[in-house]
């Protein structure tokens, strides 16, 4: 995407300018769409029916509560650290929006074509981190402090689990760029890598077993990495008010529902290039049948698009389904369940790979 | 190690078998009631907002006394014999006109004590229920369909008609002391004749 910019306009600011801009024109209609279909989804399961009477059904609801929290007030409380408070949700934004940056959307557009794509993304998410830190400790709460503290300590352990697993994965695949590990996937579903990947033989089979505790693993620990429940002891409402934004109104607290729920698709999107293809479709492409070449990028985005809301659905689902744990559970779920068992898949996927 | 595998296991299937019991909720329907387009329908004997037909209200002031909250504020003016106030639907004359009939729906505790001593039924509960208002004195109802000129017309005609009763009864007793009067007058004339009569000194016997 870059490079043809380049070439088109001969302007590498412009190019480089509209490229990073483009996932902000799919995660604002995600986001919108996101908090529709959680409040809608809530309420099903619980059956009731959830938001109804902004445009059809509430489906205008969303976009109502944006222009409400535009107009409210932004109120900085006394007392508050006012350079860092102000700064937080930017640095909470910045960091799960740097993770679009290494995200294949279609064969034709990824932010940025690093070969370190996976590690990027482990790194960089580190600066929600410190965000949420920052937020927490400037507000002057002791609310905001604990859920900092308790984000902290939480994503701090589960990026153990998630790293060990990427790593069997980087080990058996061979590479880190999420391009080329979509690419791999390509053609039809079998090929994904929960099915053990594009080559037939007799691993292939031996390893689904294990590429399935793989994916539990990663989908719990990414879960707890973006504080959602059952996980969601950072901003747990019945003891902590909101956690960490409980000081924030108007426009900061909208970038951190932005963040969060950006980070939700984040994490859905990386589950689903690692094990479930990424942008590839599973039954091959109308593009390709046809014979119109250029329906094929659309095409991919449309399924990344799809996978990653199966898997925020997903998300949904078990945050409507299970009570919090408490943060000892939690730290036992970690540490005592999740890092042996990735431990364990780590090394009989290497000894796989090896043989 | 057992039981750690077991833990693993269970953890994994219970929150398979919760994700399957949320996932048949999600098609379910739903049991919300749209409230103010759609509305349960109320049980029979509901108690809300009360509604006094003056019509048949005879002032008795029976409600009032019922109730234990004194919200119900009831006044009367006396009827001269002249005037007709109709009936009520059960047969019963009207006797009083009832000049004020404000029942504070604020302070209504909606016990329906006041219901059951009215003679003639005609202070009920109905079923509406949605009458908030902005102010608390808009929740005072008068019920009374008299119009304060009325009321005053009505007051000043009980007053004369008081007055000219009053009128009458000391220009009756008067009369009557006239009459007392004349009549001992006459009485004690007569003794006196009598006396003079029978010339006797003694004086006095009335
Ligand atoms: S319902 Fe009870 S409180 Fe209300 S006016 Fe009647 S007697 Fe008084
Ligand atoms: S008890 Fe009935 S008739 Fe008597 S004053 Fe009350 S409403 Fe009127």
Known sequence: MYESLVEITGLEIFAAFVSAAMPVAFLVPFVIIAVYLERK??????????????????????????????????????????????FAPFLVFAGSYAVYAALPFSSKYIGSETDLGIFYIIAISGLVVAGILMA???????????????????????????????????????????????????????????????????????????LLVAFIILYVSTLAEVNR???????????LVAGYHTEYSGMKFAMFFLAEYGNMFAVSAIVSVIFFGGYQSPFG????????????????????AAKGIFFVFVQMWLRWTLPRVRVDQLMTICWKYLIPYSFVNLLVIGIITLL | ??????????????????????????????????????????????????????????????????????????????????????????????????????????????????VFPCPTDCIYMTDVYEFSEFKRNELIYNFSTMQPGEVEEKKDNFEKFQAEKEAQKAAAAKAKAEAAAKAKAEKEKDEKSKNNNSKSSSNDVS
Not at chain 1, 55 to 79: C, N, P, R, S, W
Not at chain 1, 229 to 239: G, L, N, V, W, Y
Not at chain 2, 16 to 31: E, W
């Open chain 1, 41 to 86: 989804v809530s309420a099903h399961m619980q059956d009731r029916l959830g938001p109804m009477r902004v445009g059809y059904h509430g489906l205008l609801q969303t976009i109502a509560d944006f222009f409400k929290l535009i107009q409210k007030e932004d109120i900085v409380a006394e007392g508050i650290d006012k350079k860092f408070f102000n």
């Open chain 1, 136 to 210: 927490g400790w400037t507000s002057n709460n002791k609310y905001s402090l604990y859920g900092a503290m308790r984000s902290a300590a939480q994503i701090i352990s589960y990026e153990i689990p998630t790293a060990l697993v990427i790593l069997s994965i980087i080990m058996w695949t061979g590479t880190m760029s999420l391009a080329t590990m979509s690419e791999m996937q390509t053609a039809y579903f079998w090929n994904w890598n929960i099915l053990g990947g594009p080559e037939w033989g007799i691993t292939k089979f031996v390893l689904i077993p294990f």
């Open chain 1, 229 to 239: 429940t059952p996980f969601d002891m950072p901003e747990a409402e019945s003891e």
């Open chain 1, 285 to 304: 492409y109308l593009g390709n049948t046809l014979g119109i070449e250029w329906l094929v990028p659309f095409e991919q985005v449309f399924w990344f």
């Open chain 2, 1 to 114: 190690m057992r039981q750690y595998l077991k833990n693993t296991w269970e953890g994994i299937w219970t929150i398979i078998i919760g994700m399957k019991i949320t996932f048949k909720h999600l098609f379910v329907p739903s049991v919300t009631i749209q409230y103010p387009d759609q509305k349960v329908p109320l049980p029979e004997r509901v108690r809300n907002r009360l509604y006094v037909n003056m019509d048949d209200c005879i002032g008795c002031d029976q409600c009032a006394r019922a109730c234990p909250v004194n919200c119900i504020d009831i006044e009367t003016v006396k009827s001269t014999p002249g005037e007709n106030l109709g009936q009520t639907s059960n047969g019963k004359k009207k006797a009083l006109w009832v000049t004020k009939f404000d029942i504070d729906i604020a302070k209504c505790c909606y016990c329906q004590l006041c």
